[in-house]
């Protein structure tokens, strides 16, 4: 046998997974955790509504752990403050506190694209009109005097 064989196809598309340190799950939301340095464990780092705000807190928490010279996802928006308590649970809550902010800004932005039909400004203390009176209409094939 010689070993090579055939190359290896992967099942996963770079498209599957748009960052690095995040996943989807099936019903749709995005988490994201790390493994913590020299050990086996996982650092979880919060469930969002859009990768980006996962890959923001991945991001956060890889820039506490390994320093500037980490590879970020997005490496012109991180804003590190110090950080003092280096532990696992200081490291999720900020970057938790990361991820959440860029997932509202990311919701209040979808929110804001209203559909043409919703332009309308309804006022739900106003009383509804009645509608007007529709004739009934007559039907000299029906009739009822017998």
């Known amino acids: 046998m010689d070993g090579g ?3 290896r196809i992967s099942s996963r598309r770079r498209s599957d997974k748009p960052y690095k340190g995040i996943r989807m799950r099936k019903w749709g939301k995005w988490v994201a955790e790390i493994r913590e340095p020299n050990k086996r464990s996982r650092i979880w780092l919060g469930s969002y509504s859009t990768a980006v705000a996962a890959a923001r807190a991945y991001d956060t928490a890889v820039f506490y752990l390994r320093g500037p010279t980490a590879k970020l996802n ?20 900020k970057a938790a506190e990361v991820g959440a902010r860029v ?5 209040t932005n979808r929110l804001s694209a209203k559909p043409a039909w ?17 004739p009934e209409p007559e039907d000299s094939s029906l009739d009822y005097s017998s």
Request: a negative charge; hydrophobic letters at 40%; glycine letters at 2%.
């Open 103 to 107: 997932d509202a800004l990311h919701s």
């Open 74 to 93: 997005f490496p012109d928006q991180i804003a590190a403050a110090a950080l003092h308590d280096l532990s696992a649970a200081s490291i999720r809550k």
């Open 5 to 7: 064989g055939a190359p």
């Open 118 to 134: 919703f332009e309308e400004e309804i006022d739900l203390n106003k009383q509804p009109e009645p509608e007007p009176a529709q």
